[in-house]
C-alpha cells in the first residue's frame, strides 16, 4: 500500500510540474483558444476549490488525470498541491484497498465479478453528474431571474 501511495502522490506531482511549465507558455495574448484570462481564472478556482478538487478528482477517473495539470497550470502553491495530492492519493489507495480486501472475499461479489466493476465504474461517476447538475440549476435559476 505504501508503494501504491506513493506512485499515485509521484504521479500526480510529475503531472503538475509538466502543467507547470508547459502550461503557461500556451496562454499567449494572441493565441485565439488558450487565453490569458482562463489562466487567471483557473488560478482563482485552484486557490480557492483546489484543494477539494484534488482529492475529490482522485475518485473520477477522467478527470483524475487532468486535475493535478490544471492545477499546475493555474499555479497552485506547491505545499498546498502536495498536501492535497498526498490525502487524496492516501484516500484514495486505502480506500479501495481495504473495500477490494473486504468486499472480494464476498460470495456474491466472486461471482458477480463484471457487475461489481460495473457498479464501481457508475458510483465514481456520481459526484461528476451531481456537480454538473448542480451547476446547471444554478445557472437555469440565475436565468429565471434576469427574466423577471
Do not use: C
Not at 8 to 20: C, F, L, P, Q
Not at 26 to 34: A, H, P, Q
Not at 64 to 74: E, K
Not at 85 to 96: D, E, H, K, N
Request: glycine share 10%; net charge positive; proline share 5%.
Amino acid at each position: 500500500m505504501p508503494l501504491l501511495i506513493a506512485a499515485a502522490v509521484i504521479g500526480d506531482n510529475v503531472n503538475y510540474v509538466i502543467g507547470r511549465h508547459v502550461g503557461p507558455r500556451v496562454f499567449t495574448d494572441g493565441n485565439r483558444f488558450f487565453k490569458r484570462e482562463h489562466l487567471l481564472r483557473t488560478h482563482e478556482f485552484y486557490e480557492r476549490h483546489g484543494g477539494k478538487m484534488l482529492v475529490l478528482a482522485r475518485f473520477v477517473p477522467i478527470v483524475r488525470t487532468f486535475a493535478p495539470f490544471v492545477a499546475g497550470i493555474g499555479r497552485m502553491r506547491y505545499p498546498r498541491f502536495l498536501a492535497f495530492s498526498v490525502a487524496g492519493g492516501t484516500l484514495w489507495v486505502a480506500g479501495f484497498g481495504f473495500l477490494g480486501y473486504f468486499f472480494g472475499t464476498l460470495p456474491i461479489v466472486q461471482e458477480n465479478f463484471s457487475v461489481a466493476v460495473i457498479a464501481i465504474v457508475f458510483i465514481s461517476l456520481v459526484p461528476m453528474v451531481v456537480e454538473v447538475w448542480k451547476v446547471r440549476r444554478a445557472r437555469s435559476r440565475a436565468a429565471d431571474r434576469l427574466r423577471w
